[in-house]
């Protein structure tokens, strides 16, 4: 009696930890295939989290069935569903920005249209610096990640400026 009363009291447990664990996974899977960003992950971390998959797949094989097949199953399916994103959306934007013409002088490629920050009045592009009024009006239009992006490529297209005018001087 003693013995049953412990087993149901593991699947009770075992139950709720599954739903808990899957629920917790859900906003970033659908995060993930909602906006296609996979930037945050590591290559390294998915590839081995379904390496550990596969050999844990040999384990759970070996228990009886239970809420440890149904938290495995979800598992196995999300890491090797992230790892397919990552591998067609990360792999391909990096191969893409890789393969931009890099202006004259600098180390990183050019923005495509998607995170170039939109003409400023009277800024060119690609070239002069920003004057410090549109850059300060730039930079205070945050929220977005779009806006994030525009900022970040603002403040490289600068760095490349400032660091490519030291080295000519």
Do not use: C
């Not at 859900?26 to 390496?51: F, H, I, Q």
């Not at 930079?139 to 005018?165: C, T």
């Amino acid at each position: 009696m003693w013995a049953e009363a412990m087993n149901s009291v593991a699947m009770f447990a075992g139950s709720i930890s599954t739903t808990l664990f899957v629920a917790s996974s859900l906003p970033m899977l659908y995060k993930a295939a909602r906006t296609k960003e996979l930037g945050s992950y590591s290559l390294g971390y998915l590839a081995l989290a379904n390496v550990g998959n596969g050999f844990h797949t040999v384990y759970v094989l070996s228990l009886p069935v239970g809420p440890i097949w149904a938290l495995h199953s979800f598992y196995v399916l999300s890491s090797a569903l992230m790892l397919v994103w990552y591998l067609r959306y990360e792999v391909r934007k990096r191969r893409r920005s890789s393969a931009m013409p890099r202006p004259q002088g600098t180390s990183s490629p050019q923005p495509d249209a998607e995170t170039r920050p939109a003409p400023l009045s009277q800024a060119g592009w690609p070239g002069d610096p920003l004057p410090p009024s549109q850059v300060d009006g730039h930079l205070q239009a945050a929220g977005s990640s779009h806006a994030r992006k525009r900022r970040e490529v603002a403040l490289r297209r600068l760095l490349d400026q400032l660091l490519s005018s030291a080295v000519r001087t």
